[in-house]
T-cell receptor, first 117, second 114 residues
Framework: EAQVTQNPRYLITVTGKKLTVTCSQNMNHEYMSWYRQDPGLGLRQIYYSMNVEVTDKGDVPEGYKVSRKEKRNFPLILESPSPNQTSLYFC????????????????FGEGSRLTVL | GENVEQHPSTLSVQEGDSAVIKCTYSDSASNYFPWYKQELGKRPQLIID?????GEKKDQRIAVTLNKTAKHFSLHITETQPEDSAVYFCAASIGYSSASKIIFGSGTRLSIRP
């Protein structure tokens, strides 16, 4: 089954304790990205990756790191989480080949709800 | 940078009536405009998209229109049904798909009254 898998789905942590949210896709997609969703602010892109070893900042990259060592994985790292990073996080993937087929769909994971105390 | 504004933030319509959600964007280089639907507690899913070389696209009860000159695009849902209740997000991308830097609107919560 084609899917984007995020872990953990729920996490409560404390300020300053490093954490990693993993994201894995099994669709051989070149493109992967991270978003945070906050009430009234919609989805805001944190980082995106066009392919292995290629990452770029989105709209709200401060306080986050990413890496893309393998095509299927795109972990989101919070080196020193703060309460303002409490949010619902979504990972998504897509393929340039979809654009050639005249679609541009982002496939989202189920989301990871993070609370930083 | 690109900015996408979406209105209204909440919308309530009678079942069977039409619903319209509007978005404006700032970057004239934007080429791709998708719409995502997010049901309560679920992940966003693409419902329709349009590229800058097309002015209108329709898929059953859903249609999207694009006015590149005015830099705005709209989602139209006709004959609304209870399952249309959800949050809808518009977005704009400079690329020809979502596989790019993409900016989302703040969302519209659509409620369908029985």
């Amino acid at each position: 089954e084609a899917q984007v898998t995020q872990n953990p789905r729920y996490l409560i942590t404390v300020t300053g304790k490093k954490l990693t949210v993993t994201c894995s896709q099994n669709m051989n997609h070149e493109y992967m990205s991270w978003y945070r969703q906050d009430p009234g602010l919609g989805l805001r892109q944190i980082y995106y990756s066009m392919n292995v070893e290629v990452t770029d900042k989105g709209d709200v990259p401060e306080g986050y790191k990413v890496s893309r060592k393998e095509k299927r994985n795109f972990p989101l790292i919070l080196e020193s989480p703060s309460p303002n990073q409490t949010s619902l996080y979504f990972c998504a993937s897509s393929s340039y080949r979809l654009a050639e087929m005249n679609t541009g769909e982002l496939f989202f994971g189920e989301g990871s709800r993070l609370t930083v105390l | 940078g690109e900015n996408v504004e979406q209105h209204p933030s909440t919308l309530s319509v009678q079942e069977g009536d039409s619903a319209v959600i509007k978005c404006t964007y700032s970057d004239s280089a934007s080429n791709y405009f998708p719409w995502y639907k997010q049901e309560l507690g679920k992940r966003p899913q693409l419902i329709i998209d349009i590229r800058s070389n097309v002015g209108e696209k329709k898929d059953q009860r859903i249609a999207v229109t694009l006015n590149k000159t005015a830099k705005h695009f709209s989602l139209h849902i006709t004959e609304t049904q209870p399952e249309d209740s959800a949050v809808y997000f518009c977005a704009a991308s400079i690329g020809y798909s979502s596989a790019s830097k993409i900016i989302f609107g703040s969302g519209t919560r659509l409620s369908i009254r029985p």
